[in-house]
């Protein structure tokens, strides 16, 4: 539920404290980096955790026994660990934000989207649905993400991970370039 | 086969832990899908400040905690056809999703229907992936294999240079980012 004040310097003020300067948030994501290292020895990263659900969601299609068999699930198995419930904190999290800051909205087409490629619901939730398969491939396939690469290994000055960022967005650049411009 | 490992502390820390990166990535708009559509249209540099004043920040304190002995490092292995394969398909990817995995997690929990559709995708990802990892084991992984390097330890350049060089550009690129550019995000009424 939420209501919407009517009172414009009350919402500024408020949208004021809602919007933290990008540059605290980041350093803010550095401070908990050295929490998570100190406390938990580990980085942080998503796609890891996300693989170990990918193994629960195939037994279903797969039988408990393939999926044991597999070579990359073994190393990466269906497991309830720290990371895993990592994912669920990283969800409420962000919960808690938009819904504390009233930004909770539910939204199925954004701006952007709209205004390149129209109101179609099924085009998004399709694009969506095979970025998300994408993403998740070159993740894995790159051995991590834009939080297990990107920020962990480039604050550890790993080659792979500067690596990675030097290839991902050069290639996001190009294809954001290439799918949202309309051409002349 | 669903397997409680861990003791009560360490869900209690992920938890925390995870609640914390959500809520720094909502208050950051980097769960916003036209912030990061944006960054790679070079239209807002949002992503490019959170993420650098995150190395930045993040790499200085977890160098002070390994040089004390209070952290380890934990560096990914650098087999760079796959890295470079995998971040040309994350790439692409990304863009067409208009998440990466720990924004788009984080964008379900605001409300975002297409985010959620994508974490599907992401699943099935993972699937996929699983099931062609021996291929790409004999194939892809094993080239090009450096091992767990570090570019201090690639170049001789000690890790303080790295960082203040690191400050340095992230500085003089934003300061010019600040005073050219108007972020999409703040031009459009706030939801």
Redesign the interface.
């Known amino acids: 539920m939420v209501t919407h004040t009517s009172d414009l310097s009350y919402s500024l003020s408020y949208s004021h404290t809602v919007d933290w300067s990008p540059y605290l948030a980041g350093a803010g994501i550095g401070v908990l980096s050295w929490i998570v290292f100190a406390v938990v020895d580990q980085p942080i990263g998503i796609t890891t955790a996300l693989s170990q659900l990918s193994a629960g969601a195939a037994i279903p299609f797969l039988g408990s026994d393939a999926v044991s068999a597999n070579s990359y699930w073994a190393g990466n198995p269906f497991v309830l660990d720290y990371g895993v419930i990592f994912l669920a904190g990283t969800l409420l999290g962000a919960f808690a934000s938009a819904l504390l800051s009233r930004r909770f909205h539910i939204e199925t087409i954004p701006s952007v989207w709209r205004e390149r490629f129209g109101p179609s619901v099924a085009k998004r939730l399709s694009a969506a649905f095979l970025g998300g398969i994408l993403t998740m491939f070159g993740a894995r396939l790159a051995g991590g993400c834009t939080s297990g690469h990107g920020i962990s290994g480039g604050l550890q000055l790993a080659l792979s991970s500067w690596v990675f960022l030097a290839v991902m967005f050069p290639v996001g650049i190009a294809t954001a370039h290439l799918t949202f411009q309309r051409q002349a | 086969?669903?397997?409680?490992?861990?003791g009560l502390t360490?869900?209690a820390?992920?938890?925390?832990?995870?609640?914390?990166?959500?809520?720094?990535?909502?208050?950051?708009?980097?769960?916003?899908?036209?912030v990061i559509?944006?960054q790679?249209?070079?239209r807002d540099f949002?992503v490019l400040?959170?993420?650098?004043?995150?190395?930045?920040?993040?790499?200085v304190?977890?160098l002070a905690?390994h040089q004390s002995g209070?952290?380890?490092?934990?560096?990914?292995?650098?087999?760079?056809l796959?890295?470079?394969?995998?971040?040309?398909?994350?790439?692409?990817?990304?863009?067409?999703?208009?998440?990466?995995?720990?924004?788009?997690?984080?964008?379900?929990?605001?409300?975002?229907?297409?985010?959620l559709?994508?974490?599907?995708?992401?699943?099935?990802?993972?699937?996929?992936?699983?099931?062609s990892?021996?291929w790409?084991?004999a194939h892809?992984l094993a080239v090009w294999r450096?091992g767990?390097?570090?570019?201090?330890d690639?170049t001789g350049i000690p890790?303080l240079v790295?960082f203040i060089g690191l400050t340095a550009i992230a500085t003089a690129f934003?300061v010019f980012i600040e005073r050219h550019t108007v972020p999409p995000h703040l031009r459009?009424s706030?939801?």
């Open positions: 086969m669903f397997i409680i490992m861990v360490f869900a820390f992920g938890l925390l832990f995870g609640f914390a990166f959500g809520w720094l990535l909502h208050r950051g708009k980097v769960t916003d899908y036209n559509i944006d790679f249209l070079l949002t400040k959170v993420m650098l004043t995150a190395i930045i920040v993040g790499g304190g977890v905690l209070w952290a380890n490092y934990h560096i990914k292995d650098a087999n760079l796959a890295v470079g394969l995998g971040a040309s398909i994350f790439g692409v990817g990304m863009v067409i999703y208009g998440y990466c995995p720990g924004t788009g997690l984080a964008a379900i929990g605001t409300g975002s229907i297409h985010a559709v994508g974490a599907f995708g992401m699943i099935t990802g993972g699937i996929l992936y699983a099931l990892f021996d790409m084991q892809v450096f767990k390097v570090r570019l201090p690639l890790d790295w934003f459009r706030p939801r």
